[in-house]
């Protein structure tokens, strides 16, 4: 069964940048689509950003001119860059593929605040 971790979440002000990665393995990564989601407490998990296979990207509006969606060259890792992060990105950020069909992760928690 193919895993998904998630790691560098933590406190940040806001303005602040985190940069986050995803690993999973075997050729998930590389071979599919892949997604970053959001689940803040109380509210439904939420769509954040998507790498295609083929490297185009898609951002909720939300985010963009924010974040960035990458893989390494490898294509064995999923990071998310944060920049700017307001209060409303709060939540555990977790990766998928798009559509999800993997089971989730643990996710990595984000707190924005001063």
């Known amino acids: 069964q193919v895993q998904l971790v998630e790691s560098g979440g933590g406190l940040v002000q806001p303005g602040g940048s985190l940069r986050l990665s995803c690993q999973a393995s075997g050729s998930i990564i590389r071979l599919n689509d892949m997604g970053w989601y959001r689940q803040a407490p109380g509210k439904e998990r939420e769509f954040v950003a998507q790498?295609?296979?083929?490297?185009?990207?898609v951002y909720r509006d939300s985010v963009k001119g924010r974040f960035t969606i990458s893989r390494d060259n490898a294509k064995i890792t999923l990071y998310l860059q944060m920049n700017n992060l307001k209060p409303e990105d709060m939540g555990v950020y977790s990766c998928?593929?798009?559509?999800?069909?993997?089971?989730w992760g643990q996710g990595t928690q984000v707190t924005v605040s001063s």
């Open positions: 790498i295609t296979a083929g490297g185009i990207t």
């Open positions: 998928n593929t798009v559509p999800a069909y993997l089971s």
